[in-house]
């Protein structure tokens, strides 16, 4: 059993072309009007010849006008895509879309975080008229253990006015890489950080997740740190994992 911390109704419709770990490079990744949510997804750590806990990229269009989504694909098949809505697909302007993804990992390698991921592709967003792609950067890593929980701390930073709250549940999700449950014991931080919505002892069946809230909510100007701390068990195992928090106090 390993446990891994980080400080990112529907049919496959792509299992990849191409080659994984063989990054395509387009002239440019700009296309006006059109965003998407993150520019990479880190499935960081899954047991090998399993599926992971899909994650979802949104794509939206922030133009005037109407944009057409041709096709999606990933060029590497170990990233799975997924998604509820049929191609072609009219996006009108203002309007978003979201395509999940998942990871197959077909190996497993010895862990080291000096040569990891040891998986990469990317999500590639075709569009009418358009010749170049919409590319997000996917990367996974295929381990033996089989029990793995995969902590995303992308949102650790916090910025409220003095007296006031800034409350993130999405801040921090925590998801079962493995094939063997895992279990969220507690959670727990200080003040100016609160720890919310987590009713105690949880169970993550693999490829399960879990959105793991905290609440910002200094009396004063200044910067905060502390910790994050979540427990987690298995039978025979026990981990502490450990994320920064930070929060900026304003007047």
Known sequence: M?????????????????????????????IPGITASTSSIDFQYQTAGTISFPLSVTVMNEGAQSVTIERV??????????????????????LATKFS???????????????????????LVYFEGISEPLVVLLTGTGLAEDGILNIDSSGCGFW???????????????????????????LSTVAPFRVFGF??????????ALELGVEFEPNAVGNFEQLLIIEALSPGF??????????VGTE
């Open 2 to 30: 390993s446990f891994w911390g980080c400080n990112a109704g529907s049919d496959i419709i792509s299992t990849g072309e191409g080659s994984c770990n063989d990054l395509v490079e387009f002239e440019s990744n700009g």
């Open 73 to 94: 694909v990933t060029n590497c098949g170990q990233f799975l895509l997924e998604t509820a809505e049929s191609l072609p697909l009219v996006l009108q302007s203002n």
């Open 101 to 123: 993804i998942s990871f197959k990992p077909e190996d497993a390698v010895e862990f080291d975080p000096e040569v990891l991921p040891n998986v990469t592709g990317q999500l």
């Open 160 to 186: 409220t006015s003095t007296g006031g709250s800034d409350q993130r549940e999405n801040a921090h999700s925590g998801w079962n890489g493995g094939i063997t449950p895992v279990t969220i014991s507690t």
């Open 199 to 208: 009713s105690g002892m949880t169970e993550l069946q693999p490829a399960t």
């Open 238 to 247: 026990r981990a502490f994992i450990r994320i920064p928090l930070h929060g």
